[in-house]
C-alpha cells in the first residue's frame, strides 16, 4: 500500500487504512467503535490463547515499533504466511507489517501541510413529546374516548417495600 492509498481518505490512524484494503486482514476497533478505542489488526486470526494475537509491527526496521501517522508512511507491506517466519522467527508468527516511513531528500526544501476538519450531526433526529406534552396527548385520546378522567401524571404514591432476608 502506498502513501498515495493511505491518503485517499481521511483516517485517525494507520491502522484504519488496512481496513478493507488487505486480503485475510481482520481491522477492527477493541470497544465496538467508540471514539478514541484502540485498533486491533489480526493478519493469521486468533493464535494464541494467552498472549496477543497482535501482528509484529516493524517500522524502517525497528521490531516492535507503534504504528506512525499515516502521513508520515510511505508504504506498508503485510507478510502473513512462512515467509514473516522465516524472516522474524517466532515474532512473526502472528504476521508482519512492515512500514516504510517517508525520508528527507536533497535539493530544494518541501514543506507538507496536512489538515482535516469533521462535524458530527444527528441525522434523522425525531421529534418527540417531553412529559407534559404527552399527557397532554393521552388525555385527549381519553376524551376522544369519552372518558372525562385526566391522564394520571405527577410523582409516584408507591414506594417499593424493602425486603430483608434476614428479618425472617
Given amino acids: ?5 493511505l491518503s485517499a481518505f481521511p483516517v485517525l490512524d494507520a491502522a484504519q487504512a488496512l481496513q478493507g484494503r488487505a486480503a485475510g486482514v ?13 485498533i486491533s489488526i ?14 509484529l509491527i516493524v517500522v524502517d526496521g525497528f521490531m516492535g515499533a507503534t504504528m506512525p501517522q499515516a502521513s508520515d508512511i510511505e508504504s506498508m507491506e503485510i507478510l502473513k504466511d512462512a515467509s514473516a517466519t522465516a524472516i522474524y522467527g517466532s515474532r512473526g508468527s502472528n504476521g508482519v507489517v512492515l512500514v516504510t516511513t517517508k ?9 507538507e501541510y496536512n489538515t482535516n476538519y469533521s462535524i458530527q450531526n444527528t441525522a434523522n433526529e425525531l ?9 397532554a396527548y393521552q388525555t385527549q385520546i381519553r376524551a376522544n374516548n369519552g372518558n372525562t378522567t385526566a391522564y394520571p401524571q405527577g410523582t409516584c404514591k408507591y414506594r417499593l417495600a424493602r425486603f430483608n432476608l434476614y428479618d425472617r
Avoid at 481482520?26 to 484502540?38: D, H
Avoid at 489480526?42 to 501482528?55: E, L, M, V, Y
Avoid at 421529534?127 to 399527557?135: I, R, S, V
Fill in 42 to 55: 489480526q493478519i493469521r486470526g486468533n493464535t494464541s490463547i494467552n498472549a496477543s494475537s497482535a501482528p
Fill in 127 to 135: 421529534d418527540l413529546l417531553n412529559a407534559d406534552q404527552f399527557a
Fill in 103 to 111: 525520508k528527507g531528500r536533497n535539493g530544494k526544501l518541501v514543506v
Fill in 26 to 38: 481482520v481491522v477492527q476497533s477493541n470497544n465496538g467503535g467508540e471514539p478514541g478505542a484502540p
Fill in 1 to 5: 500500500m502506498s502513501s498515495k492509498e
